[in-house]
């Protein structure tokens, strides 16, 4: 194992296509341990890639009425929603798809439960 950069490093700007595989090759020990030690680097978003984010995860209106009926009765059927809300199922099939996507949402079928975060 390679214990710093000077071992396996190669400058790339001069760097033949053989000498950059063969440094890629030599590190992928180090990418390895890495990826083993789980290690995890934060990086800032910026203020749109915020916004971004956001908006990926908030629910829409109706998305969250279905949201709520299903907190509030975790047995309710995708039928008795679209019953309420005057959708068809297939709308409300949809509104899971994308609740499922923002939100951790589950429907146990051997239970005939609603699984929530």
Known sequence: M???KEEVGVDLGNATTDEVAQAAWMNREQI???FDAKL???IPLTKEAVKQVEMETELT???QLVYDMICENQKMSVDDIAAKLDVT???VLRDVQE???KVFLMYDKKEGLWKLK
Do not use: Q
């Open 2 to 4: 390679c214990s710093n």
């Open 32 to 34: 390895k341990e890495l």
């Open 40 to 42: 995890i680097i934060a």
């Open 61 to 63: 209106e109706r998305e």
């Open 89 to 91: 199922r297939r709308t």
């Open 99 to 101: 609740i499922k996507k």
